[in-house]
């Protein structure tokens, strides 16, 4: 989000879940170590936001600088680095990250007496959801628990397959409309392009934005799944592809709308 948006001079200092290439990550979700309440159903946390607001709530916030939380957060957000966790990045002014946390988030007196450690004291858990699949863990979890033969357990598997279609309907679009627009040995390269460092992810955000709504008039809502694919969508930006095109391939992406929930476009366009 700020990648090649963010320059140094304005003040400002940003940190992220994630690098611009990745999804972050949930935590707290039904099955895994530190699971919530049976009662909830749901991942109740992104690790990254809870790594920060644990490590807030544990550290006296009048000597613990932006920078040492920062370093702390990066290494438990980063997992065990076996293909779960994300890389947490900062942008801006970054040398305003020696200042204390106290600035900005005021202090906690029961904590005025701690002595910052340069290590984790933070749990780390043993796995994690991706941030894509949190509705998934919350429709199946719903289903593991209910009882055999009821509605409620109907509803769920019903929520579940909803939720399965969906998905393969848009990966199945976006990569039909990549090879209409690019042909078959093309279309997968430009889809999966990525942007030197420091350049940010579209030129002109106008266009991603039309082509977005292009797509979503013709083949339903990306929903918060699609928005995986707004990098493929900005890289048809960068590759010169005016509206009209992205119109026909959609066009003849997808026939028909899905008429499940997910695709609907209730909620208004993505973008």
Same mark, same amino acid.
């Given at each position: 989000?700020?990648?090649?948006?963010?320059?140094?001079?304005?003040?400002?200092?940003?940190?992220?879940?994630?690098?611009?290439?990745?999804?972050?990550?949930?935590?707290?979700?039904?099955?895994?170590?530190?699971?919530?309440?049976?009662?909830?159903?749901?991942?109740?946390?992104?690790?990254?936001?809870?790594?920060?607001?644990?490590?807030?709530?544990?550290?006296?916030?009048?000597?613990?600088?932006?920078?040492?939380?920062?370093?702390?957060?990066?290494?438990?957000?980063?997992? *065990?680095?076996?293909?779960?966790?994300?890389?947490?990045?900062?942008?801006?002014?970054?040398?305003?990250?020696?200042?204390?946390?106290?600035?900005?988030?005021?202090?906690?007196?029961?904590?005025?007496?701690?002595?910052?450690?340069?290590?984790?004291?933070?749990?780390?858990?043993?796995?994690?959801?991706?941030?894509?699949?949190?509705?998934?863990?919350?429709?199946?979890?719903?289903?593991?628990?209910?009882?055999?033969? *009821?509605?409620?357990?109907?509803?769920?598997?019903?929520?579940?397959?909803?939720?399965?279609?969906?998905?393969?309907?848009?990966?199945?679009?976006?990569?039909?409309?990549?090879?209409?627009?690019?042909?078959?040995?093309?279309?997968?390269?430009?889809?999966?392009?990525?942007?030197?460092?420091?350049?940010?992810?579209?030129?002109?955000?106008?266009?991603?934005?039309?082509?977005?709504?292009?797509?979503?008039?013709?083949?339903?809502?990306?929903?918060?799944?699609?928005?995986?694919?707004?990098?493929?969508?900005?890289?048809?930006?960068?590759?010169?592809?005016?509206?009209?095109?992205?119109?026909?391939?959609?066009?003849?992406?997808?026939?028909?709308?899905?008429?499940?929930?997910?695709?609907?476009?209730?909620?208004?366009?993505?973008?």
């Amino acid at each position: 989000i700020f990648e090649g948006l963010l320059p140094e001079g304005l003040n400002i200092y940003a940190t992220t879940a994630s690098n611009a290439e990745e999804s972050s990550w949930g935590t707290y979700c039904p099955g895994e170590d530190l699971s919530p309440p049976s009662e909830y159903e749901t991942c109740l946390g992104d690790l990254y936001s809870v790594s920060w607001m644990e490590d807030s709530d544990k550290h006296n916030l009048q000597t613990e600088s932006l920078h040492q939380q920062y370093e702390l957060v990066k290494k438990r957000t980063a997992g *065990s680095g076996l293909g779960s966790g994300s890389h947490v990045m900062e942008f801006g002014d970054v040398g305003l990250s020696k200042e204390k946390l106290v600035l900005y988030m005021g202090t906690n007196p029961a904590n005025e007496n701690y002595t910052f450690v340069d290590e984790n004291s933070l749990k780390m858990p043993s796995r994690f959801t991706n941030q894509r699949d949190a509705d998934l863990v919350h429709f199946w979890d719903k289903y593991r628990k209910a009882p055999e033969g *009821s509605a409620r357990k109907l509803e769920a598997q019903k929520q579940v397959l909803e939720a399965m279609s969906h998905r393969l309907h848009v990966d199945n679009s976006v990569m039909l409309i990549w090879k209409i627009l690019f042909g078959m040995s093309e279309g997968p390269a430009v889809l999966n392009r990525v942007r030197p460092s420091g350049k940010p992810l579209v030129d002109d955000w106008d266009c991603l934005k039309t082509l977005v709504r292009a797509f979503e008039r013709h083949c339903g809502s990306l929903s918060q799944y699609g928005i995986k694919h707004m990098r493929s969508i900005a890289n048809i930006c960068n590759a010169g592809i005016q509206v009209e095109q992205m119109e026909e391939a959609a066009i003849q992406a997808c026939p028909t709308i899905p008429t499940g929930p997910w695709s609907s476009l209730h909620r208004r366009f993505s973008a």
